[in-house]
């Protein structure tokens, strides 16, 4: 199965899909992977904290399928904001996961007390210059956050992965991006640990269009410009999260999903202007 893309604004493309790998670790983490590059996924989201770099490596090398057609993505931890620390923690990343260059590197938080995260995206901005990776990004910035980093470098991120499901559908932060020409991701994109999908419009929607909730949602994700991020260590459901290309939703449909966002719709108190990731 061939992914169709998004081109990014830094004229690299990505795919419209991703796979989450956390928390697939040790051997029974390289299996799962491995189906779920059997199945077809290529775009790999680890991160340092996932300490599962490793892991999402193996499988690569084991899969026989060959680098190129991989899009690989990794996460600088809170600790490693300052900028030596920054820069040595993307070069552990690429040499955890046996590869020469990473397709994608992030932020994974702001972690704005501190307020490093300038430092950080600055070790970023250089190690995209020195080839270790072709495209940086950052994960849960606000507007304040993406504007502070790209007014110290002049670089603006080609990706910001946040927090993004039918609950919390970020409708003002997806407006921004769109405007800013920077791609969305939606880590937890089916609300993990919600009841999102026994919601009776995703149950009716669901049985309308032949598909399960699931689907459904991750369709609703592609429809609005974004790129969902599910995980499973499930090999059927790992191939369902794929198959979300041959239906199409109304934008009565889209609507319909996007009411169900409430004021607290996050799944934990993650709020990017205090949560705080070591």
């Given at each position: 199965m061939t992914l169709p893309t998004l081109t990014l604004n830094d004229g690299h493309s990505i795919p419209t899909l991703g796979f989450g790998t956390y928390p697939l670790r040790g051997e029974p983490g390289v299996v799962a992977i491995r189906t779920a590059i059997d199945a077809g996924n290529r775009l790999l989201d680890t991160a340092f904290n996932y300490d599962n770099e490793g892991a999402v490596g193996r499988a690569i090398a084991a899969s026989g399928v060959p680098r190129e057609e991989f899009y690989v993505t990794s996460k600088l931890p809170g600790r490693y904001h300052p900028y030596e620390a920054a820069t040595n923690a993307i070069r552990e990343s690429t040499w955890r996961l046996g590869l020469e260059y990473l397709d994608l590197y992030l932020i994974h938080w702001p972690n704005p007390i501190e307020g490093k995260y300038v430092e950080a995206w600055q070790a970023l901005v250089d190690a995209r210059e020195a080839g270790i990776v072709r495209s940086i990004g950052v994960s849960n910035f606000t507007l304040e956050h993406l504007s502070a980093i790209e007014a110290a470098t002049g670089v603006r991120p080609a990706v910001n992965q946040i927090e993004l499901h039918p609950y919390f559908p970020q409708e003002e932060q997806l407006a921004a991006h769109k405007e800013l020409g920077?791609?969305?991701?939606?880590?937890?994109?089916?609300?993990?640990?919600?009841?999102?999908?026994?919601?009776?419009?995703?149950?009716?929607?669901?049985?309308?269009?032949?598909?399960?909730?699931?689907?459904?949602?991750?369709?609703?994700?592609?429809?609005?410009?974004?790129?969902?991020?599910?995980?499973?260590?499930?090999?059927?459901?790992?191939?369902?999260?794929?198959?979300?290309?041959?239906?199409?939703?109304?934008?009565?449909?889209v609507a319909a999903i996007t009411a169900l966002g409430r004021p607290d719709g996050r799944l934990f108190d993650g709020d990017p202007n205090h949560h705080q990731e070591m």
């Open positions: 920077i791609v969305t991701e939606a880590w937890s994109p089916i609300g993990k640990g919600s009841a999102v999908r026994e919601e009776p419009v995703i149950q009716e929607l669901a049985a309308r269009h032949g598909v399960s909730p699931t689907q459904l949602i991750l369709r609703w994700h592609v429809q609005r410009g974004v790129i969902p991020i599910p995980k499973s260590a499930n090999a059927q459901r790992q191939a369902e999260n794929l198959d979300v290309f041959g239906f199409e939703l109304s934008d009565d449909d």
